[in-house]
């Protein structure tokens, strides 16, 4: 028999604080163990001790000191390293969070705080019905000082919030809102949707757009941001490699649920409903809220077409697509098929491999470094990712008179329908920096066709490529939505006709500088242009316009690179890097991904270091966020460049860690 000292030396006591999920108080409960007890063993033991029938199946041990789960339930005690000092909390792994979607609007759902991000994400994608959860993520928004002050207002929000366990079989349940008429079930073998058009004649309120607030309230929202103020609230995102317990989440706080990679493959009206409209939101209240910059013409094409979206969603069946093309899933299947064993896309010249497509024109020049000269004109010729310019076109079999290198430059629009300005403005990588060249059309026509020539240029690839040809008509589409003209034999609009605040439609620093009157009538003109698309037409085309603005999608984040003295923007985008002065704001140097060779994270000094083609390398530490922030960025990007339409093909989880984790 043993004896009470031989006990003692073999075991101890382990004080484990029990959670109920109703959120009632917390019971404290200490246990006699040894180091050789299974944790699966220890909470069997727990549930006798607490001899309360209710289910515990969603319990799991949280280990309070080294904030871990304790999910691995055939380890023992000594393996985790638990001894009697160790704080354990018996807890459940479903809690209720407050998350505000991308149309400003807060569901209260209960998520997993104990599955990391990247998988909890995917699960709240699945109950709202939004494909492609990898393009989205949770941020933590920054606090706001003021707001503890004001904890009347906080209450008052509460009445907002929408619950969506209401409508998903309780806490926990995975069943997708409104089942009946919003399956978002997929068939494992190919990935599409059981229900092509089930999604559409629901009525999942998450698809309808919502009415645009007072000037009053929006006024209350606006806040100039600079990329400074930027980098500081996209500091928040969360780690995808981590779970919400594990970065201090606690139960019912409000995190932002965004679209975080600016690369949305595959959209789809026929399935992305939801997706769509709420991709939709968050454009709109960029664009309302000016957290990216647009110019006034831009900012008026923008209020046309929220006055056109708000007057279809009043009108008419927010979700009646009587008007939309049905597509036959078999013919899009067998067109696909036929394009891949062709070996292409059905618009792609395979001749044009050996005789690449040039341009020819005749175009004026300006540089800003050379003071009090104005525009210029030469003789252009654009030939692969190389512009040349010539006095003349006589002169244009000889030498050059200078060549413009467009790969890894930025092209910026420099646009005024209403003026007939149509520019391009080009920022030139060089050792020490950017040069600038800005270049002037005469047209339309020979704009759309030189910008889309420069943008493919950038990227690396020529004018034979397929997308050319699209890539022009989205830049004419873009333009012709700019344009005030009416249509040829449309009468001038009535002002009484707008019933909505045309203000709501426009930031607050765009009202202060015209009468409502100026507004509507500009609106009413601009929106002729624009009169016969349909409600999803119009999101999409808001959305193609916002991803044609300079700025979209890029991330600012305050660095401090390898043998510089000062601090600086570091700008992520979904294709590059920009390095930027921190008082001007403009870019000193561009690295594309595209010719990134490798990249690594010293987890010690917290740098990050990226190589590049022609031995170029840069290293840099953050000051506005951890780098794991950054380092997850430049990871998760390259991993969306590898998805592919292939619908057999699922997502790589085990991929995406591996270029987003880090070895910490």
Known sequence: MITAAEYGETSWELSVQVDQKDGDESMKFKLRVKGDLHIGGLMLKLVEKIKAPQDWSDHALWWVQRKCWLLKTHWTLDKYGIQADADLRYTPQHKPLLLQLPNMKTIKMTVSFSSVVFKAVAEICQMLNIRRSEELSLLKPPDDPSKKKKKKDKNSAQEDIWDIDLFSGGPGGTGPMYSKTMTATYDPENGMPVSATSLWFGENPLA????????????????????????????????????????????????????????????????????????????????????????????????????????????SEPLDLSNEPEVDEVEAALSNLEVTLEGGLPDRILEDITDIPELADSLRLFRPKRLLRPYKEYWFVFKDTTISYYKNKETSSGEPMEQLHLRGCEVVPDVNVTEKKFGIKLLLPVADGMNEVYIRCDNQTQYAKWKAACILASKGKTMAYSSYKSEVRNIQSFLQMKSLAPPPGQAAPDLDAMEMNAECFFSPRYTKKHKTKQLTARILEAHQNIARLSLMEAKMRFIQAWQSLPEFGINYYIVRFKGSKKDEILGISYNRLIRMDMSSYLPVTTWRFANMKQWNVNWEIRQVTIQFDQNVSMAFCCLSCDCKVVHEFIGGYIFLSTRSKDQNETLDEELFHKLTGGQE
Request: hydrophobic share 40%; proline share 6%.
């Open 208 to 315: 309808e757009s919502q009415p645009n607030l007072p000037p009053a309230e929006l006024a209350k929202m606006y806040q100039p941001l600079s990329p400074v103020d930027k980098a500081i609230n996209m500091a928040g995102w969360l780690d995808s490699s981590r779970s919400l317990m594990e970065q201090d989440i606690l139960h019912e706080e409000k995190l932002l649920l965004r679209f975080k990679y600016n690369v949305f493959f595959d959209l789809n009206p026929k399935y992305d409903a939801v997706r769509i409209t709420q991709l939709y939101e968050q454009a709109r209240w960029s664009i309302l809220l000016e957290e990216i910059d647009c110019t006034e013409e831009e900012m008026l094409m923008f209020a046309s077409l929220q006055y056109h979206i708000c007057k279809l969603t009043l009108s």
